[in-house]
Structures are given as structure tokens and as C-alpha cells.
């Protein structure tokens, strides 16, 4: 385990930040309640955002850690499941604390965290709110997924003794361009770090650059490769294939807007060709459906919406997918899977939910926050890159019309999926060492 030295100084900017911060939380409080509230969050939860715990610290065994888990949002909290699930089969006696800042991650935690697992929202970045949830949860070790640098919670949560790690480390060019600008802090900040797991090399050297200690930041792939298959409703799955009967499917996922207009060219002459070819088109934010409608009808193709209940019907050339949680039902439905916020510089969606449930998967150019992982699934086969309408169209026609090179992608993308999930086992051996996930944590609950 790596020694936990100070690193850096804290910067007379990171006082001034928790100052501020302080004097701003009840304002901020009153802000993020009002949102949560709206989502049909009850009070006590919402108080969960000013430090104060809805649910009892567990009970453990003597030589049984409380490892915390943070993520921002539905995405990062996915990836803590997945080291969650892992260690749990290596640390059966410990218990895990999950926490994240919105609601739909909450709901999601409350359906998918195993019986060791607890969730709650992420205290407010300032010293009381923080204060109140160490002394609470007094967690032996916390694990930060992808970007959240919160430097009131990092100093304090390392002061107490908790042993700290960043994995699935992502920082976008732009906080680098912020955090270079105020070098001192970020490596006060990053020094409170006992080991960097980061996505890929290039990620590795910019926490180099920006101060992290050398021998603490590590490669660990993406966490996203070992999560479960997403969940599939048998029912609603054979609902949509005796809807569809032997109609040919593809779906456009997680579109963005910029994107449609592409994907709706895309099938327009598509079904020159194919004139029963059905389109599920499934928005990344399904507030979006009625501004998409209007699109497909100035495409002039017909439709059918998911969350109005319209039925799918052979007339339907577009099938508006604008529900949430049914993703896993959609993969199974189609072998080929368009992923969306790829199009445009937005940085890709998750290939692997798409790759482990079998579909084949097109991309466009636009995947910096996967940039680890996209390169060589299309090397391995398992994936294409298009940039236009009619790329997509092509290669789509291309599986439409040649199953045994559909089947070969899809075998091809299974497997990376398969690789790359087995390479988190060395993420979980790196947690457990540099962390000290061991009886040693004992003495932190006498």
C-alpha cells in the first residue's frame, strides 16, 4: 500500500473555495432540494444532500471495511455496481455505501445494488454538509468514478484517514485547460489520491502533468466493459417481435440533437431497398420525443411513440422509443445498433451494453470519451465507423443483406466485450492492495 503523504500543500484558492463554498450551501441546498423534490424525492432524502444520513451506518464484523463508492450520475454509478458486484465476491464481509447527485441514479441504485449495498445522495461540497456525512459513514475507503473532483470532500475524506482512489479517470479538455491554469491546487487536489486508475494512456500522463504522483496512477481500463447485461423484458420483448412479425429492425440509440436528421436520411434510403425495414429510434433524452416527431414527419415517414402507448404497426416505418430502462429489451431485439452522440463532438455512448448483448455496433467519429475502447473493437471487428447518411445507410444495408458478416460482427464485438470485463479483475486486485481492503481496517471500528 502506497504511503499517504500530503503531496501539496492546500493553496490559499482551495481555502478560499471552501469559504465560499460554505456560504453558499444553503443557497445551493435550496436549489438541488427544489429539483429533487420535483422528482418525487422525499424530504429525508433530500436532507441527504446536507450531510444528514436517511439510513443507519451497518453494523460490521471486526475485520469488515465500509467502502464508499461515488459517482455524479446513471453512467458513473453503473460503473461503481460494477466494482461493487467484484469486490463483493472478494470481500464478503464488507458493506458499500453508493452515492450519486440525481434522482434517476437513485432510482436506478434501488433496484440494482446487491443486499451489501446501500445508496445515498452525495453531501453538498462544503465543509458542514461533508462534515456530517464522515462522521456518519466514517468510510474506510472512497472510490471517485471518472471526473468528480470535489476538493472539500477529497481533503476532508483523506484528513479522517479514508483511503482514496479515482477510477475510470476521464477529466475533459476543458477542466484540464481550468486545472492548468491553477496548478498548485489541482496537485493539492489530486494528491489526496492513494492510486489513479485512469481509462486509457493518454488520460495516465494528463494526471501526470497536472501533479499526481507518478507511481500511484495506473491503467485501468473502462469499468463500463464489466458491467451486467442490461435487463430484458421477456414480455415486452415478445410483445414488440410479434408487433414487428418478419419485419427487418435496426436501431439508432442514445441520439442526440444533430443526429436524427442523419439517421432519418439514413433509413429513408434505406427503404428503397427494404421497403418494411423498421427504425427504433431511441432518444438520449426522451424530452426531446415531440421536437423528433417533428422531424420524421418532415422526413415523410410514418410513426409509432413508445410512451403514448401508439401500437406498432406495419404501417410504422419509425418506432419513437421515448421511455427510459428499456434499453436491454431494444438491444435484444435488433443485431444492429446505431449509437448515438457520435455524430456530432460529443463523445459516444457506452459500446459495451450494445456488444455484450450480441448487436453488432456503428459509430460515428465522435468518441472522445471512449477513445480507449472504440480504436480497437472496430480492429477487432466488432464495430464500423461511419460519418455521413450515407455511410450509415451502407453499412446497414451491407448487414441487411449479408447475415454472415452480421453474425461475424456481432461474434466479434461479443468477445471484446468478454476480454475486456476479464481485465477488471486486476482493477480489483490494485483496489484492494493500494487501499488496504483488509482485517488491518478493523481498527478504524473499535
Not at 477510477?167 to 492548468?180: D, E, H, P, Y
Not at 428503397?272 to 414527419?297: S, T, Y
Not at 447475415?403 to 476479464?422: N, P
Amino acid at each position: 500500500m502506497t504511503s499517504r503523504t500530503s503531496g501539496g500543500a492546500a493553496t490559499p484558492l482551495f481555502y478560499a473555495y471552501r469559504a465560499i463554498t460554505a456560504l453558499i450551501a444553503p443557497l445551493a441546498y435550496r436549489k438541488v432540494a427544489a429539483k429533487l423534490a420535483a422528482q418525487g424525492v422525499a424530504e429525508a432524502r433530500q436532507r441527504e444532500r446536507l450531510g444528514h444520513a436517511s439510513l443507519p451506518r451497518p453494523v460490521l464484523p471486526p475485520d469488515a471495511p465500509l467502502i464508499w463508492f461515488h459517482g455524479a450520475s446513471v453512467g458513473e454509478s453503473q460503473a461503481a455496481m460494477t466494482l461493487i458486484n467484484r469486490l463483493s465476491e472478494r470481500l464478503p464481509q464488507a458493506r458499500f455505501l453508493l452515492t450519486s447527485g440525481t434522482a434517476t441514479s437513485a432510482a436506478l441504485a434501488a433496484k440494482r445494488l446487491p443486499g451489501n449495498a446501500m445508496h445515498q445522495f452525495a453531501p453538498l461540497d462544503a465543509a458542514a454538509p461533508v462534515r456530517r456525512f464522515l462522521a456518519h459513514w466514517r468510510p474506510d475507503a472512497g472510490i471517485f468514478v471518472e471526473s468528480e473532483l470535489w476538493p472539500v470532500t477529497l481533503a476532508a475524506a483523506q484528513k479522517t484517514g479514508t483511503r482514496l482512489a479515482l477510477v475510470n479517470a476521464r477529466i475533459s479538455a476543458r477542466s484540464v485547460k481550468g486545472w492548468q491554469k491553477r496548478a498548485a491546487t489541482a496537485r493539492f487536489i489530486l494528491s489526496r489520491f492513494d492510486l489513479l486508475l485512469s481509462q486509457n494512456d493518454q488520460m495516465a500522463q494528463t494526471l501526470i502533468a497536472l501533479g499526481a504522483d507518478p507511481a500511484r496512477v495506473l491503467p485501468g481500463g473502462n469499468l463500463k466493459a464489466g458491467a451486467p447485461p442490461l435487463p430484458v423484458d421477456e414480455t415486452a420483448l415478445t410483445a414488440l417481435r410479434g408487433a414487428l412479425r418478419d419485419r427487418p429492425v435496426w436501431i439508432a440509440s442514445s441520439t442526440h440533437e444533430g443526429e436524427e436528421e442523419t439517421i432519418l436520411s439514413a433509413h429513408n434510403a434505406l427503404l428503397k431497398q427494404h421497403p418494411d425495414l423498421c427504425l427504433v429510434l431511441i432518444p438520449r433524452h426522451p424530452e426531446r420525443a415531440d421536437e423528433i416527431l417533428g422531424l420524421i414527419d418532415a422526413a415523410g415517414l410514418t410513426s409509432a411513440r413508445r410512451s403514448t402507448g401508439e401500437a406498432l404497426t406495419p404501417q410504422a416505418q419509425v418506432y419513437l422509443a421515448d421511455t427510459l430502462g428499456e434499453l436491454g429489451t431494444f438491444y435484444a431485439l435488433s443485431p444492429i445498433v446505431f449509437l448515438g452522440g457520435s455524430l456530432r463532438p460529443i463523445g459516444g455512448h457506452n459500446p459495451f451494453e450494445v456488444a455484450s448483448a450480441g448487436a453488432a455496433v456503428i459509430t460515428g467519429p465522435g468518441t472522445s470519451n471512449f477513445s480507449e475502447t472504440f480504436p480497437p473493437l472496430i480492429t477487432a471487428g466488432g464495430a464500423v465507423e461511419v460519418s455521413d447518411a450515407n455511410d450509415l445507410a451502407q453499412t446497414v444495408t451491407h448487414w441487411l443483406e449479408d447475415k454472415s458478416a452480421l453474425e461475424q460482427t456481432r461474434v466479434a464485438a461479443r468477445q471484446f466485450a468478454a476480454d475486456q470485463a476479464r481485465q477488471l479483475d486486476g482493477v480489483t486486485d490494485m483496489l484492494i492492495d493500494r487501499l488496504g481492503l483488509t482485517a488491518a481496517d478493523a481498527s478504524r471500528d473499535a
